[in-house]
């Protein structure tokens, strides 16, 4: 970590982009997917709070940010902006938590998976791996994302901290 990291708060349904050295954090990961995307050459960073797989599915849908769709072709855009390059782009993904217990069988109320299936399977649609998950269960998390070198920590309240 450098001296003092800029630290930027990406709200929920909410996005931004960094270059080092800037650090991207997202608070309350529930049922929604952080998805962190880095550029380890250029420093690069993006991350999306996203709450809804597909934003085809609601009417509503001027929040780019809010889809996992939306919001991942709109943070490769973002990155590339300011000098990321779509070749070098890699992707950590945290959240998709069951936060209550319904019945896990009604498809309406598998938001958390359903999120992560659709960031999982739009970074796949853009050529763009997934090093790391962090993703599912049932407690919330706020992650970090380093710009300087693509970490991802992934804080809990009572099941620890980890560096992906």
């Known amino acids: 970590m450098g001296s003092i990291d800029k630290m930027i708060i990406v709200g929920m349904a ?14 309350g990961l529930g049922s929604c997917v952080g998805i962190a995307v880095y550029d380890h050459i250029n420093k ?10 597909d934003s085809t599915q609601i ?3 001027s929040n780019v940010a809010k889809f996992a769709d939306s919001a991942t072709r709109k ?7 300011i000098g ?11 959240g998709g938590a069951q936060m209550f217990a319904f019945d896990s069988t009604n498809e309406n109320m598998r938001i ?3 999120n992560v299936e659709a960031a999982t399977r739009i970074l796949r649609a853009y050529g763009i ?3 790391a998950t962090h993703t599912g ?12 070198d693509g970490r991802l920590v992934v804080k809990t309240i009572g099941h620890g901290t980890y560096v992906i």
């Open 129 to 131: 791996p997934i090093t």
């Open 112 to 114: 958390g998976d359903r």
């Open 137 to 148: 269960s049932n407690y919330g998390r706020t992650i970090e994302l380093y710009s300087d």
């Open 14 to 27: 909410d996005m931004n982009v960094t270059r080092c050295p800037g650090v991207l954090t997202t608070l």
């Open 84 to 94: 990321a390059k779509k070749e070098f782009l890699k992707a950590k993904i945290a």
């Open 75 to 81: 943070l490769i855009v973002d990155m590339c902006l």
């Open 59 to 61: 009417k509503n849908n």
């Open 44 to 53: 690069i960073a993006g991350l999306a709070h996203i709450m809804l797989p």
